[in-house]
């Protein structure tokens, strides 16, 4: 049976970036975030706030808590210094109510990206290419609202001038 949604539970996410020279797996994290949880708050408290790393892929973490536990997340991620034995620091960059919000910060703050000219339909667009393979059309026109959507098969007919 699916719950309605005004009686799930209301979850926070915080983007986190880890820095560390050590490679570091999202267990590691976890086990960092909440032994930091609890010898600040308490075991009760760190009960009520459900802390679990959704996903990790370096250098990036989304960590998942109840609504409510921003601040005492934010500050037990502060008192991190060490992973696993390897020093390591947890930066909170951006808190949201859903995921896909933090998926698109780290889209945003992922720049390494290469910009070139595509030929596209007879036309010549400017494109930034990102890591993911991703393309985005830049057109400079009347309308630059107007979003050009392309499919695999266009991506295989570009001609790229760089």
Request: net charge neutral; with cysteine.
């Amino acid at each position: 049976m699916r719950l309605r949604p005004s009686m799930r539970e209301n979850y926070r996410y915080i983007l986190t970036r880890v820095v560390s020279k050590e490679q570091i797996d999202a267990k590691d994290i976890y086990l960092a975030i909440s032994d930091s949880f609890n010898s600040l708050f308490g075991e009760i408290q760190a009960s009520y706030a459900w802390v679990a790393v959704m996903e990790y892929s370096q250098p990036y973490t989304i960590i998942r808590f109840r609504r409510g536990y921003e601040q005492k997340v934010e500050t037990a991620m502060a008192t991190v210094t060490n992973i696993k034995g390897a020093i390591a620091v947890l930066h909170p960059l951006k808190t949201s109510g859903t995921i896909k919000t933090i998926r698109e910060e780290i889209c945003k703050s992922d720049n390494s990206y290469r910009s070139c000219r595509v030929k596209f339909h007879e036309e010549w667009f400017s494109v930034r290419i990102l890591p993911r393979g991703w393309i985005d059309l830049k057109e400079k026109g009347i309308n630059p609202n107007i979003p050009l959507y392309i499919t695999e098969e266009d991506i295989e007919d570009l001609h790229y001038d760089e």
